[in-house]
C-alpha cells in the first residue's frame, strides 16, 4: 500500500435479473458516477434503462483480458448495439454514467482521451484504440472532478479483474523474480490477480509432457506469445502485462514446464516466495 492514507469505501453491486451470469449495475461510495456490467448474451435486458440514454464512457473487454476497447458515446445503448454487429473480439461491455446525469458529451470526451493514454502507458491491457482521442477543452474548474472520476472508473474495472490503469513499474509493488537460462520474468501481486509484467523475457520451448498435460494452457501461451517482441531465436520480451490465478500458472507460462512457484518466484535478495510469504523471511 502506498504512504497516501486509504480510507473505507462501500461498493455496491445489483445484480439486474438475480443471476450472477446477467447485468451487473455497481456503485462505489462517495463517487458521482456507477457502472454498468453487460455480458454481451445480455444487451436486451438494458433497452429500457434511461440511464443509458445519456452520455457515457464505455469500455469492451473480453474474459481472458487480452484486449479492451475504450470509447464514449451520447446514447450507450444504441453504440453497443453498433460494437454488437462491428467488433468481434469482445464478450462485455462496461458503461460509466453519472449518478445524477450531470456528466456532459465534453465530458465524457475528455475521460475517453484520459483513459485511452493511461491505459496506453499502464501496458497491463492491449488497447485497440490506435490513438489517443484530442484532449477537448475543459474549464479548468471541472479537470480535477473528472480525474477524480476516472480514479473510480479505475478502481471498479479493477474490481471485476481487469486492472486497465495501473501502472505496471509501481515502486509499492513487491517485485518477484523467475529466471532461467533464457527466461529473466518479473511478476507482483495486484487486486486478486499474479501479473507477469511488461518487459519480461520469455523462453519459447517448452516441455513436451507439460503441453500434454495442460493443452489449454500450452495453446494459450503459443497465442500470447505470437504478439511478444521476438528478442533471439529462443525468446520474446511482452509487451504487454499478463494476469493469472496463481504464481504457478505463472510460473508454468514463463518457463513451459510445471513449477513449484513456492521455490520457482524470488525476492531482489534472493530469497523463494516460500521463505518470504510462509516462513516471514527467517533466515
Not at 496463481?246 to 516466495?273: H, L
Given at each position: 500500500?502506498?504512504?497516501?492514507?486509504?480510507?473505507?469505501?462501500?461498493?455496491q453491486?445489483y445484480l439486474?435479473?438475480?443471476?450472477?451470469?446477467?447485468?451487473?449495475?455497481i456503485?462505489?461510495s462517495?463517487s458521482?458516477?456507477?457502472?454498468?456490467?453487460v455480458?454481451?448474451?445480455?444487451?436486451?435486458?438494458?433497452?429500457?434503462?434511461?440511464e443509458?440514454?445519456?452520455?457515457?464512457?464505455?469500455?469492451?473487454?473480453?474474459?481472458?483480458?487480452?484486449?479492451?476497447?475504450?470509447?464514449?458515446c451520447?446514447?450507450?445503448?444504441?453504440r453497443?448495439?453498433?460494437?454488437?454487429?462491428?467488433?468481434?473480439?469482445?464478450?462485455?461491455a462496461?458503461?460509466f454514467?453519472?449518478?445524477?446525469?450531470?456528466?456532459?458529451?465534453?465530458?465524457?470526451?475528455?475521460?475517453?482521451?484520459?483513459?485511452?493514454?493511461?491505459?496506453?502507458?499502464?501496458?497491463?491491457?492491449?488497447?485497440?484504440n490506435?490513438?489517443a482521442?484530442?484532449?477537448n477543452?475543459?474549464h479548468?474548474?471541472?479537470?480535477?472532478?473528472l480525474?477524480q472520476?476516472?480514479?473510480?472508473?479505475?478502481?471498479?474495472?479493477a474490481?471485476l479483474?481487469?486492472?486497465?490503469?495501473?501502472?505496471?513499474?509501481?515502486?509499492?509493488d513487491?517485485?518477484w523474480?523467475?529466471?532461467?537460462?533464457?527466461?529473466t520474468?518479473?511478476?507482483?501481486?495486484?487486486?486478486?490477480?499474479?501479473?507477469?509484467?511488461?518487459?519480461?523475457?520469455?523462453?519459447?520451448?517448452h516441455?513436451?509432457?507439460?503441453?500434454r498435460?495442460?493443452?489449454?494452457?500450452f495453446?494459450?501461451?503459443?497465442h500470447?506469445?505470437?504478439?511478444a517482441?521476438?528478442?533471439?531465436?529462443?525468446?520474446?520480451?511482452?509487451?504487454?502485462?499478463l494476469?493469472?490465478?496463481?504464481?504457478?500458472?505463472?510460473?508454468?507460462?514463463?518457463?513451459?514446464r510445471?513449477?513449484?512457484?513456492?521455490?520457482?518466484?524470488?525476492?531482489?535478495?534472493?530469497?523463494?516466495?516460500?521463505?518470504?510469504?510462509?516462513?516471514?523471511?527467517?533466515?
Amino acid at each position: 500500500m502506498s504512504e497516501k492514507t486509504m480510507k473505507s469505501r462501500l461498493f455496491q453491486t445489483y445484480l439486474l435479473d438475480g443471476s450472477l451470469d446477467g447485468v451487473k449495475i455497481i456503485e462505489l461510495s462517495e463517487s458521482s458516477v456507477k457502472a454498468f456490467v453487460v455480458p454481451r448474451l445480455k444487451l436486451a435486458d438494458i433497452k429500457d434503462r434511461p440511464e443509458l440514454t445519456h452520455p457515457a464512457l464505455y469500455v469492451l473487454v473480453n474474459a481472458d483480458s487480452s484486449n479492451a476497447y475504450i470509447g464514449e458515446c451520447e446514447n450507450f445503448y444504441h453504440r453497443i448495439r453498433t460494437h454488437d454487429q462491428s467488433k468481434e473480439f469482445w464478450d462485455t461491455a462496461i458503461a460509466f454514467v453519472s449518478t445524477t446525469n450531470t456528466l456532459a458529451k465534453g465530458d465524457v470526451k475528455f475521460l475517453e482521451s484520459l483513459a485511452v493514454g493511461r491505459a496506453t502507458k499502464a501496458k497491463t491491457i492491449p488497447v485497440l484504440n490506435k490513438v489517443a482521442p484530442a484532449r477537448n477543452t475543459i474549464h479548468e474548474f471541472q479537470v480535477d472532478r473528472l480525474e477524480q472520476i476516472l480514479e473510480d472508473i479505475g478502481m471498479i474495472l479493477a474490481s471485476l479483474g481487469f486492472d486497465l490503469f495501473a501502472i505496471a513499474s509501481s515502486t509499492t509493488d513487491q517485485i518477484w523474480y523467475c529466471r532461467t537460462k533464457k527466461t529473466t520474468a518479473q511478476a507482483v501481486f495486484r487486486n486478486g490477480k499474479f501479473i507477469l509484467l511488461a518487459g519480461s523475457v520469455i523462453d519459447i520451448g517448452h516441455a513436451p509432457s507439460w503441453a500434454r498435460n495442460f493443452p489449454e494452457d500450452f495453446v494459450k501461451r503459443q497465442h500470447q506469445l505470437e504478439s511478444a517482441e521476438r528478442v533471439d531465436h529462443d525468446a520474446v520480451r511482452l509487451k504487454f502485462d499478463l494476469q493469472f490465478r496463481s504464481p504457478n500458472q505463472a510460473a508454468s507460462f514463463a518457463t513451459g514446464r510445471s513449477n513449484n512457484a513456492w521455490i520457482t518466484w524470488k525476492d531482489a535478495d534472493g530469497r523463494t516466495m516460500d521463505e518470504v510469504m510462509r516462513k516471514g523471511g527467517e533466515q
